[in-house]
């Protein structure tokens, strides 16, 4: 093998494993995505734990109030009228100044939703469109860096294959090292089933959670009803009457339907090319195997270097030999002097 059969090979290498790495980001930046939309989701649900604590403080004696705050001063516990009415109106104080502040960080934490690193935020009302968008361009992209690395692979593993099977060979091992979210077969990995179907699962995390957004939108219309509400002496021209009819609430659920259609097609699409990489990788495994039972009866058993690892052999022994002969003609002229 030549100086340039070996870069051409080692090029390979490289633009397959930076197709990998491509790919890999952005399934990070995919379950990052649905993790955020998620956390708005679980904020602007009707059921939320803030909101159930603003409706048991609505009582100053209920448990959870007493809990917090401890019992409310009793009359009896007091000697004088002055002490009792000091520490009621203490007590009324914490009371207050609590209730507050859990009001404070209700409307803070369920009506925006923050994106991390970005630095934005949205009203919780728009994440069923915002999160759709966001969505189909992460999804877009996975599936056109999935379709580059599997055009990569196929590419690199029939140069691989034209160089001779040992380079095919120590190729596979070389690249199946890089791998993360895909998991190739090798004498040191046993591919079990949790390792085939979990990349396949997270590229259906998106329209799980979106579907979610979905029904909680669904169950709350009559907030965005309430709030799409335009009186009679409004006076902003055609926006106001598209408002009055609802022309919010029609965008968000169109919008949220033609994202679920084509979320659903590209999750399609995007395990189709998971199964076809798996079955490359499979392909490739099964001539290896192949190609080493069928050598080793007449080898001995004991496979072939590879011409690449000879020829770095030989080089490391010349220059071995070069260096004890440099040292005995060294040795010599020492003698002589």
């Not at 100053?60 to 009896?76: A, F, M």
């Not at 004498?187 to 979990?198: D, G």
């Not at 076809?276 to 496979?303: C, F, I, N, V």
């Not at 590879?306 to 080089?315: F, G, P, V, Y």
């Amino acid at each position: 093998m030549s100086v340039r059969d070996r870069l051409d090979i080692r090029d390979y290498l490289e633009a397959s494993a930076d197709a990998s790495k491509r790919t890999r980001t952005i399934v990070i930046i995919m379950v990052v995505a649905s993790v955020v939309v998620f956390a708005g989701l679980l904020n602007s649900i009707q059921s939320q734990w803030m909101h159930r604590r603003m409706l048991n403080l609505a009582d100053i004696n209920s448990p959870y109030t007493r809990s917090k705050l401890g019992l409310y001063p009793e009359r009896q516990s007091f000697t004088s009228e002055e002490a009792f009415s000091d520490a009621k109106r203490r007590y009324e104080s914490r009371y207050s100044e609590f209730c507050g502040a859990v009001e404070r960080a209700y409307v803070d934490t369920s009506f925006t939703i923050r994106v991390p690193f970005l630095g934005f935020s949205f009203d919780v009302n728009d994440l069923g469109l915002l999160g759709g968008v966001g969505f189909l361009v992460i999804l877009t992209c996975y599936r056109f860096f999935l379709s580059r690395e599997l055009n990569n692979l196929r590419m690199s593993f029939e140069e691989a294959r034209q160089l001779g099977m040992d380079h095919l060979g120590e190729f596979y091992k070389l690249l199946a090292m890089r791998q993360v979210f895909t998991v190739p077969v090798t004498k040191h990995i046993k591919r079990t089933w949790f390792l085939a179907v979990t990349p396949k699962l997270l590229s259906w995390l998106p329209l799980v959670i979106y579907l979610a957004v979905v029904v909680n939108d669904v169950r709350t219309a009559w907030i965005g009803s309430a709030l799409a509400f335009v009186t009679r002496d409004v006076r902003t021209s055609w926006i106001g009457g598209a408002l009055k009819q609802g022309f919010r609430m029609n965008l968000l659920f169109g919008s949220e339907l033609i994202a679920v259609i084509s979320m659903a097609i590209l999750c399609s699409h995007i395990n189709i090319r998971l199964v076809r990489m798996d079955r490359l990788w499979a392909e490739y495994w099964g001539t290896l195997e192949e190609h080493e039972k069928q050598s080793a009866p007449s080898k001995g058993g004991e496979p072939a270097p590879c011409s690449l690892t000879q020829s770095i052999a030989s080089e490391r022994k010349d220059q071995a030999q070069g260096g004890v002969g440099g040292l005995a003609q060294s040795e010599a002229h020492g003698s002589q002097a």
